[in-house]
């Protein structure tokens, strides 16, 4: 007699296959660099390869001529979204231990690019990047990367960090607030 729990495995399996065959599993990701490259860092299971293998190609493949991957403007030149991109998509390349030129180019663009990116901003960046910026860097650093910024760099980093800071402060007292 089958135990309760193989059973259910059973079903589980059974659902998923009937749920996800006919679905394309990519059309609930937005076609952005940076969401591609979280696809391209979920291991597949005990093969030691990536579940999103056509996710890790395409970054492989897609790395603009300046190094940086994500949107550009009209004139092909990188936007303040190309910061967290690039860092996502090196973390997704150095994951599956692929890709070395490709890394050379993003750390490249990423150190000379930081600083006239932000300025382009006025020292401001929208929240969103207030929160994944500093996030990003701080995983690129603990993977491995050297990132080096120059001093006047560090400040501005600090200061965007300190901003992100604030807005989650802000969030989690909403949150008391309101009982969330």
């Excluded at 597949?44 to 390869?49: K, L, V």
């Excluded at 006239?116 to 901003?121: P, T």
Aim: aromatic share 12%; proline share 4%; with cysteine.
């Amino acid at each position: 007699m089958e135990s309760s729990h193989s059973i259910i495995e059973a079903l589980v399996r059974k659902i998923k296959d009937e749920m996800f065959s006919s679905v394309d599993l990519y059309s609930f990701v937005s076609p952005s660099a940076y969401d591609t490259a979280w696809l391209a860092m979920v291991p597949g299971g005990n093969d030691g390869r990536p579940m999103f293998g056509e996710c890790l190609n395409w970054v492989v493949n897609n790395q603009r001529e300046g190094g940086f991957w994500g949107e550009s403007d009209g004139y092909g030149n990188p936007t303040i979204d190309c910061l967290p991109a690039t860092l996502a998509c090196m973390l997704a390349l150095k994951t599956w231990g692929v890709g070395s030129g490709n890394l050379e180019r993003g750390l490249a663009f990423i150190h000379d690019n930081t600083e006239k990116l932000l300025a382009e901003n006025h020292g401001r960046c929208p929240r969103w990047f207030a929160i994944v910026f500093p996030a990003m860097i701080e995983l690129a650093q603990k993977t491995g990367f050297e990132i080096v910024f120059s001093d006047e760099l560090e400040e501005v980093l600090t200061n965007i960090f300190h901003h992100r800071q604030r807005i989650l402060e802000r969030y989690a007292f909403l949150h008391l607030e309101i009982g969330v």
